[in-house]
């Protein structure tokens, strides 16, 4: 049985090193070997706190979507594949904290099993991108 979404998701920031631990179990479950440490999430976070964007329900983490501003060096390698995600470091990403970029790297959309097949995809990726375009510091050329 789906679960009653009659409730309003919300998005917004992680507010907190508990939120961000909540969001990376998550990540964990959805992903397995293939997500990325916790402390390599804590250290995205802390270099770039608007990287996450989370879709709030019941009180709760319901799921995310990640956007991280990378250099042009870092998307060609990652692109050409002669990087991983896990090479990525918080150091690469802080100087966009204040500085627009072409370049954005999307780590992962993730969202609970239980809200699979509900409005949730829809909140998190219609209201969440535009918000990125609005918010961030996207250089377009």
């Excluded at 907190?16 to 804590?42: P, R």
């Excluded at 979507?65 to 150091?91: C, D, F, V, Y």
């Excluded at 699979?116 to 918010?135: E, F, K, N, Q, S």
Aim: proline share 6%; glycine share 10%; with cysteine.
């Amino acid at each position: 049985m789906k679960p009653d979404t009659t409730h309003q998701f919300r998005l917004g920031p992680i507010c907190s090193q508990d939120e961000l631990e909540e969001l990376w179990a998550i990540d964990n479950s959805a992903y397995g070997a293939a997500s990325i440490t916790y402390e390599k999430f804590l250290d995205w976070w802390h270099a770039y706190p608007s990287g996450l964007l989370v879709l709030r329900w019941e009180k709760r983490i319901g799921g995310a979507i990640g956007l991280w501003p990378i250099s042009e060096r870092a998307a060609a390698r990652l692109t050409n594949g002669q990087m991983k995600e896990a090479h990525l470091t918080g150091e690469m990403m802080r100087p966009f904290r204040e500085a627009p970029t072409r370049y954005w790297y999307v780590s992962g959309i993730v969202l609970r099993p239980e809200l699979g097949g509900t409005r949730a995809i829809r909140v998190l990726l219609g209201d969440g991108l535009p918000h990125w375009i609005y918010t961030v510091a996207i250089f377009f050329c």
